[in-house]
Each structure stands twice: as structure tokens, then as C-alpha cells.
């Protein structure tokens, strides 16, 4: 069975602090790799990774993708109180069928 | 900017009864999806759709559910007989398919969700 495992479940650190979120996956027939921030209703798009080692950056933002080690990372650096969201990592399979993981919970104290 | 939007923002409805959730896809955009989140539980693939036809479909899409595009804008999700379980937030999404050089980029755009209680 297809399956998506992030770590930490939930996340406390101060404004300022670095985080490293984990993803790691055992899904057949993968296509690509994708992470969402979610706050209070829809998931918004952060990156999609389909090739190993190639980091994709958005400001403090960056993640690559290790399809030896079938995971991926999400780093956020200089956190800010603003990045409290819960952080979802999901597989796309070839087939279109998506698999999401239950998601990190990121809370940044002030 | 663009973005995917859904009505209602929120619907009440006595089990047993039909619903239709309602989307409206970015114009450009070619494949559309339907996904639920029961409170406190992880986002769950309901059904993908392209070229006017289901691509895939989870085991949760069972035939209490059907998925239509009817006027080339609307995509809708359609959920018969409704059952308690079936409360969920019902999110619609689009994605659109850019090349860019070598590289295929897709991005996907969530709508705001649909809360759906059943009582």
C-alpha cells in the first residue's frame, strides 16, 4: 500500500530558528513530489521535485528530493511567525492518483 | 491572479440527501481533482479528471459519487445519499502543465473547500 510519512508530527521552535521537515515515501510508479503549506482552509503550493538532488529555493524556502533514500526535505530558514502552518508533503503517481501525509505542524513562537 | 473558487463555502444537509459541490477550475487549466479532509485527518485523493473523463479515482470515490463537467467551466462533485462519514472539507484543485525549457513544471492550485456536514 501506497504511503507518505512525515516527520515531525508537530514542530515548536523561536521566530529566527531554522527548520528541516521530513518526507519520506514508499508509493509505486512515482512521478513527482510535492509540498503544500496549509493555515486555515486550502493547501497552496510550495514546489514540486521530480529529480533527485536538484534544490528548488522560494525565498527562505528550499527542498530537494532523494529518490535513492525515497524522501525529501523542506527547510525553512530565519523562520518567522508567519510560517506557523501545517507544512504537507504529498507523492503524485503517473497514474494522476495523488497520496498525501498526515503533515507537520509548525508552530513559531515570537 | 487566477484561482480556483468553490460554492458553497459551507453545507448543512440531513443524511440521505444529494449534494453538489461546485468548482470552477483556473480557464486554463486541464486536469482537475477533487480531495476531502475529515477534521483533524490528512487531505485523501477523491478522483482526478481529464479531457471530459475521470483519469483515477480512489477507493473512498465509490459509486455514491460522481464527478462531472457539464458547461466547459464548471467541474462539479456530486455525492448521493449522503452518509454521516461523508462530513468532510471537500477541496477542489486544477492544475495547470507548463514547459519550461526540458522540464515539465506542473503547479497546483487548491480551491478555498467546501464544508460539508451531514446530520
Known amino acids: 500500500e501506497d504511503k507518505v510519512v512525515q516527520s515531525p508530527l508537530s514542530l515548536v521552535v523561536h521566530e529566527g530558528d531554522t527548520v528541516t521537515l521530513n518526507c519520506s515515501y514508499e508509493v509505486t510508479n512515482f512521478r513527482s513530489l510535492l509540498w503544500y503549506k496549509q493555515e486555515k482552509k486550502a493547501p497552496t503550493f510550495l514546489f514540486m521535485l521530480?529529480?533527485?538532488?536538484i534544490e528548488k529555493k522560494s525565498g527562505r524556502l528550499s527542498s530537494i528530493l532523494d529518490k535513492k533514500e525515497l524522501s525529501s526535505i523542506l527547510n525553512i530558514t530565519a523562520t518567522q511567525t508567519g510560517d506557523s502552518a501545517i507544512y504537507l508533503c504529498?507523492?503524485?503517481?503517473?497514474?494522476?492518483?495523488?497520496?498525501f501525509g498526515k503533515g507537520t505542524r509548525l508552530h513559531i513562537l515570537p | 491572479e487566477p484561482e480556483v473558487t468553490q460554492t458553497p463555502s459551507h453545507q448543512v444537509t440531513q443524511m440521505g440527501q444529494e449534494v453538489i459541490l461546485r468548482c470552477v477550475p483556473i480557464s486554463n487549466h486541464l486536469y482537475f481533482y477533487w480531495y476531502r479532509q475529515i477534521l483533524g485527518q490528512k487531505v485523501e485523493f477523491l478522483v482526478s479528471f481529464y479531457n471530459n473523463e475521470i483519469s483515477e479515482k480512489s477507493e473512498i470515490f465509490d459509486d455514491q459519487f460522481s464527478v462531472e463537467r457539464p458547461d466547459g467551466s464548471n467541474f462539479t462533485l456530486k455525492i448521493r445519499s449522503t452518509k454521516l462519514e461523508d462530513s468532510a472539507m471537500y477541496f477542489c484543485?486544477?492544475?495547470?502543465?507548463?514547459?519550461?525549457?526540458?522540464?515539465?513544471?506542473?503547479?497546483?492550485?487548491f480551491g478555498p473547500g467546501t464544508r460539508l456536514l451531514v446530520l
Open positions: 504529498a507523492v503524485g503517481r503517473r497514474d494522476d492518483k495523488i497520496i
Open positions: 484543485a486544477s492544475r495547470e502543465v507548463l514547459q519550461g525549457g526540458t522540464t515539465l513544471q506542473e503547479t497546483q492550485y
Open positions: 521530480t529529480s533527485s538532488g
